[in-house]
């Protein structure tokens, strides 16, 4: 399937990953919906504006279509606006390792305290490295979801 999002989303056990970056950046983001069928999400990246369709994931968790354009930070900011419930913010940090690049991401305000790191997979059992400081999986997790944790922030579980 076109559009076909693979990836797998762990726990951090320690803040190595930092030393070990490429790049960070900062992002703001938040959803017009939180329907588990069909997310729409509002990102601001730097100076760059995303709007991301999201399906419904697989079993496992692992895999469902995504959708995303680029739209002016000034358009994301007035979506920002319509948002449901908490617009989460974080500091993403990209950690190249073997053929993938981990993005982990520190919570900042209502998810301070919890970070997660993400890698992209070709397909689902696709071999990757596991750096030192990757934690328990939580892939498949309802509550560890973008979306859930806008709805339910990490310092209320």
Known sequence: MEHL???????????AYQQEAA??????QG??????QRTVRVRIMGNQGFLTVKGASNASGTSRFEWETEISAAEATN????????ILEKVRFM???????FEVDE?????????VAEVELQHEDEFFERPSWLGEEVTGQKEYYNSQLSQKPFTEW
């Open 5 to 15: 999002e693979i990836e797998r989303k762990f726990l951090v056990t320690s803040d």
């Open 23 to 28: 790049s960070s950046i900062r992002i703001a």
């Open 31 to 36: 959803f017009l919906s939180t329907d588990p």
């Open 79 to 86: 979506l920002i606006d319509l948002c449901k419930d908490v």
């Open 95 to 101: 950690v190249p390792l073997g053929d993938h690049v």
């Open 107 to 115: 919570f900042l305000g209502e998810n301070k305290g919890l970070v």
